[in-house]
């Protein structure tokens, strides 16, 4: 039982590069997100998706695309990177309402020079 | 949007002593997590807590939802708790979203 799993750990790109940043889980959570992690600001939310076929944003949704094809896989794309995205990216899944108990991901720390 | 906002923002502690950590927010809220990021940057969740009380072990967890304030008490601590502590609120009524508060960063030291 993997948890929640995140490729790649560490990732460098330069300005205008395109990536995806994986988030897989085996727990059949439906919800899931996107965090940033910047020094100072705490998590703010990208994205989030509550089931297969449903994603809608957060409080920082501007140069993030989000999908939903499976119950297990959530992929965050940055369609042309910003040194302003520079940062440590968390994915976490959530058990259903009443017990909300939060699974994250190890995290992704991304360099955009 | 609602706002969270912790205190202290840095604490450090000797090994053994008892310390408390606050949480305020501005509007109702359903949903109230605490949360400890190790040194290691691994995020763990400690309570869900949008009212009550709550313990374990060391750790207990008091939020009074009228007055909009949650406290997290370590009690005993250890080197082991060092780390940066979070308060994540979801609005009551709001969409399902979680926002966090720039957290406390707890230093034990042995």
């Known amino acids: 039982n993997a948890g929640v799993t995140q490729t790649p750990k560490f990732q460098v790109l330069k300005t205008g590069q395109s990536m995806t940043l994986q988030c897989a889980q085996d727990m059949n959570h439906e919800y899931m997100s996107w965090y940033r992690q910047d020094p100072g600001m705490g998590l703010r939310l990208i994205h989030y998706?509550?089931?297969?076929?449903?994603?809608d944003q957060g409080e920082v949704p501007n140069g993030y695309n989000v999908s939903r094809s499976t119950t297990e896989d959530f992929p965050l794309r940055l369609l042309s990177a910003a040194p302003s995205q520079t940062s440590v990216y968390f994915c976490a899944t959530r058990t259903p309402s009443g017990l909300y108990e939060q699974y994250f991901g190890p995290g992704t720390r991304l360099t955009v020079t | 949007g609602i706002q969270v906002e912790q205190s202290p923002p840095d604490l450090i502690l000797q090994e053994g002593a008892n310390s408390t950590l606050r949480c305020n927010f501005s509007?109702?809220?359903?949903?109230l997590q605490w949360f400890h990021q190790n040194p290691w940057g691994q995020l763990i969740n400690l309570f869900y807590i949008p009212s009550g009380t709550k313990q374990n072990g060391r750790l207990s967890a008091t939020t009074v939802a009228t007055e909009r304030y949650s406290l997290l008490y370590i009690s005993s601590s250890q080197t082991t708790d060092s780390g940066v502590y979070f308060c994540a609120v979801e609005k009551k009524g709001g969409s399902e979203k979680l926002v966090f508060g720039k957290g406390t960063k707890l230093t034990v030291n042995p």
């Open positions: 509007d109702s809220v359903n949903n």
């Open positions: 998706s509550v089931g297969a076929g449903i994603t």
